[in-house]
């Protein structure tokens, strides 16, 4: 029997290649799309926002809710300056931004301070223009610290001006507490102060060195924190299916972040 193939049979294995390479593309493009216009998962690798996001969550952060700038685009092409159907931060969102020292980076921290704001810390006291802001003791916890090292953790119920209300957490022993007393800080016109909620663990704005994050451009904002759509624990990997029902935090998928 032979196993030459008709024309016709050529022609409709070429269009079956072609259909499929058209899916793939049109695929692609409505994924660059959804990430470029709607929302962009990410995932959490450091503990600078614990207590509110734990190292292993996954989230969706949506593109549109601060505007479009070149960062919103994949790898940042300078097509365009400044920020389209722009929309500023409010004190208190959780937002990814691209790190102004190396914009390739993505940093995701809370917005705590405002153009025109002036931010002090005073004895682990945030302070907002001159007043101070609300942190109510509500519990403690001893985390281990690695090596067989442990530490206590002490929680607070922080709330801002705005009335945005969130806890954060101080460590007793390894925490950098350098970030408890601070200078004022006076944000720029188009910049915004950022902050974790691991205060004794996060690089932030506090640092303006060459290595810190400093004040943070209106236009390298990305997007809005909004829901963790998946979230395992801090030694697992996400990729290991088979362990998902020891090692998945169930109780966490889906959660708004605040």
């Known amino acids: 029997m032979s196993d030459l193939k008709t024309p016709i049979e050529d022609k409709a294995q070429d269009s079956g290649v072609v259909e499929t390479v058209k899916v793939i593309v049109q695929a692609l493009l ?9 929302f962009q998962p990410f995932n959490i690798p450091s503990s600078s926002l614990v207590p509110t996001l734990l190292v292993g969550d996954y989230l969706f952060v949506s593109k549109f809710s601060y505007g479009f700038s070149k ?40 917005v705590i301070g ?26 403690t916890k001893e985390l281990s610290s690695g090596a067989g090292y442990k530490d206590e953790a002490t929680y607070y119920r922080e709330t801002l001006p705005n009335g945005v209300s969130y806890t954060i957490q101080e460590l007793e022993k390894f925490g950098n507490k350098l970030g408890r007393n601070t200078s004022v800080y006076v944000i720029p016109a188009g910049h915004f102060f950022m902050m974790g909620d691991n205060r ?59």
Request: no cysteine.
């Open 30 to 38: 409505i994924a660059v799309v959804i990430r470029t216009l709607l």
């Open 200 to 258: 004794d663990n996060s690089l932030d704005s506090r640092d303006m060195s060459s290595q810190g994050v400093g004040y943070v451009p209106y236009e390298n904002f990305v997007g809005r924190a909004e829901v963790i759509f998946f979230s395992v624990g801090e030694d697992s990997a996400a990729w290991k299916i088979w362990e998902w029902p020891w090692t998945v935090r169930w109780s966490r998928i889906f959660s708004r972040i605040g």
């Open 114 to 139: 405002l153009p025109g704001d002036r931010i002090q810390m005073i004895d682990g006291i945030l302070h907002i223009n001159g007043q101070a802001v609300p942190k109510q003791k509500i519990g």
């Open 71 to 110: 960062h919103s685009i994949p790898f940042s092409p300078p097509l365009f300056s400044g920020r389209i159907l722009g929309s500023e931060p409010q004190r208190g969102d959780i937002a990814v931004f691209k790190l102004p020292r190396d914009p390739s980076i993505d940093y995701i921290k809370r």
